[in-house]
């Protein structure tokens, strides 16, 4: 397998080391084949909010098993889940479920360009929106980490329509519309970056985003297939009150299985076959087992409470890292909204891809090699976020900080 991996943030290329080769996880934790065990603030880049392995998801798994894996045809799952979907995403009206992020963000963007007619889109530096041709322009996550330059094999024809401009800068958009008037399908963006490291919009930038798509006859969508039920239960959209034109979801909606979505307002959606004549297909889209575990996932995240967990615990962890941060001179910037969260080793502010990569990605590997040593599992990446769940103890986040203090001392 290339890399040896399915994937290749997960090869710690650019921390270093080798990476730890998981044998089963729950909770909080993560076991290696090695039998160490680790708190783990990946949570298999979100999917696991709920902690990993919860006994209620399983359970509703292996009842969901009894009755087959994979139908091909309808099943009241699907509506199960759409319906919460829709019930919980200011912005959808309708969803269609596909099987990871990167096919609601190639899918919605095809939609876009149907529904308007036009052909370029707008995209923030550092972003990822997946592994998709038109999107592997000055992305974030994997190609970020991986230093890539725009990757190989995507044809010209196919980036020339991909428009870029630095997140959070609201001119350089206005300019993007000025030198293309009516060839803006629309703009896509990370409602808050966590592909870039963690970057949370200036005030103003969304309802700027909002605005400018209005008046230049563009739609507006918000990737939150991470943000999308960690930010708050209705995503980013509902933490900030901007109601984007569409919305992609992945992830936590699937609950560790492969589910990916996309909707929003239902004139647009109604354009998506075989209701309209936009084609999207997909073998195990809405699969029983994926609804399964999404469904019981979200209803898990209903109880009260849930959210001011999150914030609570999360704000401990970032204020402390950053505390820690000052106290030993290493210079640190970051920050935390609910289960979210990152730290840069830099002065800051952070607020686009060209101020992260100023970070220490060295002294970043180093600090990650040393807390991986002392039983955390960060993200192998500068240019990714954290993420906590409902199973983090504050005992978790102070044995997490102790370790942080033991490594930033040294570093
Ligand atoms: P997937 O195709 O990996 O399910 O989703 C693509 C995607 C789309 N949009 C956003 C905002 C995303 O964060 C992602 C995927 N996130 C990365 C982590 N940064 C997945 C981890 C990986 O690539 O291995």
């Keep these: 397998m290339p890399g040896g991996v399915s994937s290749p943030v997960r090869a710690f290329k650019s921390v270093g080391g080798q990476p730890i080769v998981f044998d089963h996880v729950k ?27 919860h006994p209620e998801v399983i359970a509703a798994l292996q009842a969901a098993l009894e009755k087959g894996t994979s139908f091909g045809a309808p099943c009241a ?14 912005s959808i009206e309708m969803v269609r479920f596909v099987n990871s992020g990167t096919e609601a963000c190639m899918a919605v963007l095809r939609l876009i360009r149907a529904f308007t007619k036009r052909e370029k889109v707008i995209k923030f530096e550092g972003c990822y929106h997946g ?10 996550s994997g190609v970020a980490t991986l230093g890539l330059p ?42 808050v970056v966590g592909n870039a490291g963690f ?23 918000f990737d939150e297939v991470m943000t999308g039920f960690r930010i708050a239960y209705g995503g980013a959209q509902e933490k900030f009150g ?27 959606m109604s354009m998506v076959a075989p209701a309209g004549p936009m084609y999207q ?31 609570k615990i999360t704000k401990q962890l970032a204020d402390g890292l950053l505390a820690i941060a000052k106290e030993t001179d290493n210079e640190a910037c970051g920050g935390q909204i609910s289960a979210m969260f990152g730290m840069f080793f ?17 002294k970043f590997g180093r600090f990650h090699r040393g807390m991986l040593e002392r039983g955390i599992y960060l993200a192998p990446s500068q240019f990714e976020a954290g993420f906590t769940s409902c199973a983090h103890t504050e005992a978790d986040i102070e044995k997490t900080l102790q370790a942080a203090r033991d490594v930033m001392s040294s570093l």
């Design 27 to 53: 909770g909080a934790y993560v076991w290696d084949v090695d039998g160490n065990q680790y708190i783990d603030y990946v949570g298999t880049w979100g999917p696991a909010i709920c902690g990993h392995a």
């Design 131 to 140: 592994h998709a041709d038109m999107f592997l322009v000055k992305a974030g």
């Design 150 to 191: 725009d990757s190989p094999g995507v044809p010209k024809s196919v980036t020339s329509n991909t428009l870029t401009a630095p997140y959070n800068d609201l001119e350089a958009v206005k300019a993007l519309f000025e030198e293309n008037p009516e060839e803006i399908a629309g703009v896509i963006l990370e409602p």
């Design 242 to 268: 901007i109601t984007p034109d569409l919305t992609t979801l992945g992830k936590i909606i699937g609950g560790g299985l492969p589910v990916g979505a996309y909707g929003g307002r239902r004139d647009i």
């Design 346 to 362: 830099c002065p800051g502010p952070v607020h686009n891809y060209e101020d992260a990569k100023k970070a220490d990605t060295n």
């Design 281 to 311: 297909a997909g073998t195990l889209s809405g699969n029983p087992l994926a609804m399964t575990a999404g469904i019981k996932t979200l209803e898990l995240l209903q109880k009260p409470g849930t959210y001011e967990y999150l914030d």
């Design 77 to 90: 799952l699907e509506n199960v889940l759409a319906e919460m979907v829709i019930a919980a995403v200011p």
């Design 199 to 221: 970057i949370t919009p200036d005030a103003g930038f969304l309802e700027g985003l909002r605005e400018l798509t209005q008046e230049y006859g563009a739609l507006l969508v």
